[in-house]
T-cell receptor
Framework: GESVGLHLPTLSVQEGDNSIINCAYS??????FIWYKQESGKGPQFIID?????DKRQGQRVTVLLNKTVKHLSLQIAATQPGDSAVYFC????????FGAGTRLAVHP | GAVVSQHPSRVICKSGTSVKIECRSL??????MFWYRQFPKQSLMLMAT?????????EQGVEKDKFLINHASLTLSTLTVTSAHPEDSSFYIC??????????FGPGTRLLVL
């Protein structure tokens, strides 16, 4: 389930389950959105992106959904693996790239 | 994919000293580079945007005289934290934008000011 930590909310899932990480963005004029994965002590790693003229985009085991009406973005990870454990950030782009708050994904065997 | 490097990866310094962090795009030319700061358990906060050959644009609340940015070439940007204090201890991450507008991130530099 979800819980709110000191700053980062945490999503705990069982290995093999699907994960859904949500994000609210702030600028309705943002035209490009990106999901990043950040492991401890490392820089952000690109996962998948989506343009504002799309509602859904699929990659390998990941799907991003965009709801512009409510300014909401989600990342779905299928068959979550221990290696997926990390902090996930959404980012919106309008002239510059601004990160959202982040969610820690903890995958348990 | 494109690679962005940062040096050093970790640095410890005494309060009052200055620290320079380098950001390099290794296999592409970056007309624009960005500097972010990340405190523990928080998101990345954009500090400034630097364009090659021109002055950096700083975000609101970021002191330009404290965080000096130089983008002297299409592959190198430097961030100098001047007169560093313990509250400047953080994880500093750069990113570089290619001509195709894709933004690539470096591995980060952890700064600890004693």
């Amino acid at each position: 389930g979800e819980s709110v930590g000191l700053h980062l909310p945490t999503l705990s899932v069982q290995e093999g389950d699907n994960s859904i990480i949500n994000c609210a963005y702030s600028n309705s004029a943002s035209d490009y959105f990106i999901w990043y994965k950040q492991e401890s002590g490392k820089g952000p790693q690109f996962i998948i992106d989506i343009r504002s003229n799309m509602d859904k985009r699929q990659g390998q085991r990941v799907t991003v959904l965009l709801n512009k009406t409510v300014k909401h973005l989600s990342l779905q990870i299928a068959a979550t693996q221990p290696g997926d454990s990390a902090v996930y950030f959404c980012a919106e782009v309008y002239n510059k790239l601004i990160f959202g708050a982040g969610t820690r994904l903890a995958v348990h065997p | 994919g494109a690679v962005v490097s940062q040096h050093p990866s970790r640095v410890i310094c005494k309060s009052g000293t200055s620290v320079k962090i380098e950001c390099r795009s290794l296999d592409f030319q970056a007309t624009t580079m960005f500097w972010y700061r990340q405190f523990p358990k928080q998101s990345l906060m954009l500090m400034a945007t630097s364009n090659e050959g021109s002055k950096a644009t700083y975000e609101q609340g970021v002191e330009k005289d404290k965080f000096l940015i130089n983008h002297a070439s299409l592959t190198l940007s430097t961030l100098t934290v001047t007169s560093a204090h313990p509250e400047d201890s953080s994880f500093y991450i750069c990113s570089a934008k290619s001509r195709l507008e894709t933004q690539y991130f470096g591995p980060g530099t952890r700064l600890l000011v004693l």
